[in-house]
């Protein structure tokens, strides 16, 4: 009797579940069935994460990593009906904290870094399926980070000795993201938005007045939440 109960309440929940996801589609599509004109809007993300290493038997060292930090993502384009053109920002701030130890030595490295990214493209979107859209877009990408090391090493007596350095690195380049979402309607213009881009761009130093060389690459999975408007 108890597993016949837990079934059914899992499958009346299922059913609900599911009706109600229909209902919320159907009051979407029946409010706005078309995206014309002009829109803006922004979406955010957000990041929190904590990374740790242990020490093995084949390594000393133990690390954590911790990062946080937010994104958003403002456009403004002109929509034809199935296709939207525009312009996308990106901007992004993060921190970063690593520490490392080695017991058997009584080393340890803390790394901080802040790390700023900033970047504007052109996109295209093709509006399908009465809620849905795919886009792809290009643009130009720059990224300043500054990091403070400090190295410190623990001696007898409970004495320790070290240092600190900071630096500040800084790049620009081209970049491309590629992905899709919904756009869900709310009332009066007004749109949910979700969607999952694929970014990737490269960076050169921008330390002199030309491009200098590659000073790396970088590719993210995003997964966005936001808000837009159809005039």
Request: without cysteine; aromatic residues 12%.
């Amino acid at each position: 009797m108890k597993s016949t109960f837990t079934y059914q309440s899992v499958y009346r929940q299922a059913i609900t579940v599911a009706l109600g996801i229909l209902v919320i589609s159907e009051s979407a599509l029946a409010r706005r069935s078309s995206r014309e004109g002009l829109n803006f809007g922004t979406s955010l993300r957000i990041m929190d994460a904590d990374d740790r290493t242990n020490q093995t038997s084949s390594n000393d060292q133990t690390s954590r990593t911790q990062s946080a930090g937010q994104a958003f993502t403002p456009h403004i384009g002109y929509s034809f009906g199935d296709l939207n053109f525009g312009l996308v920002g990106n901007i992004e701030n993060k921190s970063q904290k690593i520490e490392e130890k080695k017991p058997t030595t009584n080393e340890e490295v803390n790394r901080n870094s802040q790390i700023a990214t900033k970047a504007v493209s052109l996109f295209g979107r093709f509006n399908f399926g009465k809620v849905m859209y795919m886009e792809t877009g290009a643009g130009l990408y720059s990224q300043v980070t500054d990091t403070h090391i400090e190295y410190k090493l623990a001696g007898e007596s409970g004495s320790f000795s070290g240092r600190s350095e900071d630096f500040k690195t800084s790049g620009v380049g081209p970049g491309y993201h590629i992905g899709g979402g919904i756009e869900l309607a709310i009332d009066n213009g007004f749109y949910f938005t979700g969607s999952y881009i694929v970014r990737s761009f490269s960076l050169r130093d921008q330390s002199k007045s030309e491009f200098g060389e590659k000073v790396g690459s970088q590719q993210q999975r995003e997964l966005n939440f936001g808000i837009s408007y159809y005039n």
